[in-house]
């Protein structure tokens, strides 16, 4: 395995540079931070470009070390002020892998049950999402362009749910949902009005998806257009300060009952 | 109003100690930081011994300056440097007040709903909890003296409600436990055990206490022998990868459905 020691090697900089969206969508391809992740990634899939390891994360994440190194295309050691380069966390575990992001985005299956993040844009919210429509057995999570999967922190968020876990990516949102309603699929909106159908109350037939809406503005207009219903969570307390986060998990908790 | 501008200053040296676990416990007095939570203790009954702000906040925060001004024992405009000093976070409000913890504990409704955190450490868990709890409309939370309710992030992650919401200090919980069971509370310890009782099919005829363990180690024993039953969320995706926020979640939204 070649060694680097520089910060100024040109795949430690290329490497660096995907911690910036711009550079993520120029490239196509994603960084990976941490054994257990990168692991996760090459255990799912996805083609590992380059791997970067100190010679202590490789001791001490045996395992890992040698699926990532049998799995990638090019791999190398890297020192300490290189692995500090890397990281965009305090404490890091010095285990790196440049990724290309997948070219063909998961099919939807019409009797599933996914939710649809609609430009969810923190990613601690929509790595958590992530996390808990998995835990929760969701058959998959929808994206459009306003969401980033590929943010390190969105990846930390999930806890490698974003990797592990159908990820459709809907650029043309309009298109598939317009297909999915043909296919029966409900498609619920979530809002905060009460007159809107209790999220407690749903009964499916078929599949569904359960629209997740942006932080600060909801569901997006032309979401909720071609949504075949509304749902919200009753409320009893002081509901209206619910965390964003909180809200997302009670919603999937209760959609997820209908599976 | 005094000004302050040095560092050295004895209250704001005071002030700052706060910041640390040790000093709120020796002294009984904590510390707040932003308007919206100094204003929400001045008009919850707490006592605010010490308020500093500087001109600049008094100004952007007019009303929670002149509240906490007329409700504060002594008040201080401070520097931009003074503020760097009393302040955690990356954007200050420069907006502060020493409070005292309350002497008296709320005392419980027997008929009402509770949600009791067992020596959860983590600040933002603690807060996360408290908030959700009162938005679904939780009768007050139960804390043991493993939760540190004055820890600034704690507070913030709480959005106040730390603050606001009944919060029971119980330093002896086998007491509070015993005499809540022999007037009829149930005290429902939540569990990681697919046989104990799905959280999603209680029903309640007196008031209840939801008791939610430590993100590592669950319920501890001494309360779970207190306990008059456990509860768990049934599990049909990966639900050991549920994060202790969303687990916590769940319950209690499970819970207040109850009330």
């Known amino acids: 395995?070649?060694?680097?020691?520089?910060?100024?090697n040109p795949s430690v900089k290329a490497a660096a540079s995907l911690r910036e969206t711009k550079e993520r969508k120029r490239t196509g391809l994603f960084l990976l931070e941490g054994a257990r992740l990168c692991?996760?990634?090459?255990?799912n899939g996805v083609t590992v470009t380059e791997f970067f390891v100190t010679e202590k994360a490789a001791e001490k994440y045996g395992k890992e070390f040698s699926l990532l190194k049998e799995r990638s295309e090019r791999s190398f050691f890297i020192n300490e002020s290189v692995a500090e380069k890397l990281t965009d966390t305090k404490n890091s575990q010095q285990f790196f892998a440049v990724c290309r992001e997948k070219e063909?985005?998961?099919v939807i299956d019409t009797s599933g049950m996914y939710v649809?993040?609609?430009?969810?844009q923190n990613p601690d919210n929509l790595g958590a999402i992530a996390r808990t429509a998995e835990a929760l057995g969701a058959d998959g999570i929808i994206v459009n362009s306003g969401c980033d999967i590929h943010s390190p922190k969105a990846l930390r968020a999930s806890m490698g749910a974003?990797?592990?876990?159908?990820?459709?990516?809907?650029?043309?949102?309009?298109?598939?949902?317009?297909?999915?309603?043909?296919?029966n699929m409900q498609i619920l909106s979530s809002v905060v009005d009460p007159d809107a159908a209790s999220i407690a109350d749903l009964s499916f037939v078929n599949g569904g998806v359960l629209v997740i809406g942006n932080e600060g503005n909801g569901?997006?207009?032309?979401?909720l257009e071609l949504s075949?219903?509304?749902v919200t969570i009753p409320m009893k307390g002081k509901a209206e300060s619910l965390n964003a986060s909180a809200a997302a998990t009670i919603l999937i908790w209760e959609f997820m009952k209908n599976k």
């Open 1 to 8: 395995m070649e060694i680097i020691t520089s910060r100024n």
């Open 39 to 43: 692991a996760d990634a090459a255990l």
């Open 104 to 106: 063909t985005s998961p």
């Open 116 to 120: 649809f993040t609609d430009n969810i």
């Open 162 to 183: 974003l990797i592990r876990f159908p990820v459709i990516r809907a650029d043309d949102i309009k298109a598939l949902l317009t297909e999915l309603r043909e296919k």
């Open 219 to 223: 569901v997006s207009k032309e979401v």
């Open 228 to 230: 075949t219903g509304t």
